[in-house]
């Protein structure tokens, strides 16, 4: 079956512009994560949404991100003004139960 | 975020061997979970870890939660090639929204 899709899977962007992420759960999910993945480095959680609920947007760095889930399906992460640091592997991931989390297979993000 | 110390941060090692990681927390949570990363790839749920003293199996790896519920290891036992990956140990908040990841070990096998 379908798993969870992200794309681009990579983007090449110059600094300061604005860039959209984009994830496709796997259908039927209602949790859906994003994180980023800086080189050589564990997960960092960003933001978390869970049906219709608010998302829980504590962990993302700075107000240039932002995220949407529209229709309780797709989610697009936004990136304005992107930085340097911005660069890094950004990972979707949907679930069912809160503990088993499919992750897609991320979008490789570099900011020139 | 939390932080999890996970070590080591890499192992190179003969295949057959053994290999052992584990995961060390400052606090206490009650969800510890192994993952495993291949290249290119999203990371993949290994084993689940719900309560403390637990020890649980799946094939060649086994895991255990510490009693102190700030810790947990992860082995894997007669290591073979497509072993080779990195492996995330992480954690449910207690708030249960959050997860945290540690940094990962980087495992090879040397056939």
């Known amino acids: 079956g379908a798993g969870v899709s992200q794309s681009p899977s990579n983007k090449v962007t110059e600094k300061g512009k604005d860039v959209e992420l984009r994830c496709d759960p796997i259908s039927g999910h209602t949790a859906l994560y994003w994180y980023r993945q800086s080189l050589g480095q564990g997960l960092e959680f960003l933001i978390y949404?869970?049906?219709?609920?608010?998302?829980?947007k504590s962990g993302l760095p700075s107000d240039r991100f932002s995220a949407e889930r529209t229709g309780g399906s797709v989610s697009t992460l936004t990136i304005q003004r992107t930085q340097q640091e911005d660069s890094a592997v950004y990972l979707c991931?949907?679930?069912?139960?809160?503990?088993?989390?499919?992750f897609g297979p991320g979008t490789r993000l570099t900011v020139t | 975020g939390q932080q999890l110390n996970q070590s080591p941060q890499s192992m190179f090692i003969q295949e057959g061997e053994d290999v052992s990681m584990n995961c060390t927390s400052s606090?206490?949570?009650?969800?510890w979970l192994w993952y495993k990363q291949d290249p290119g790839e999203g990371p993949v749920l290994l084993i689940a870890l719900y309560k403390a003293g637990e020890l649980t199996s799946n094939g060649r790896l086994t895991a255990q939660f510490g009693i102190t519920r700030k810790d947990s290891f992860l082995n894997i036992s007669a290591s073979i090639p497509s072993d080779v990956g990195i492996y995330f140990c992480?954690?449910?908040?207690?708030?249960?929204?959050?997860?945290?990841f540690g940094t990962g070990t980087s495992l090879t096998v040397i056939p």
């Open positions: 991931a949907s679930s069912l139960s809160v503990y088993e989390q499919y």
């Open positions: 949404f869970q049906g219709n609920s608010a998302p829980d």
């Open positions: 992480a954690i449910l908040s207690n708030t249960g929204n959050q997860f945290y």
């Open positions: 606090s206490i949570f009650n969800t």
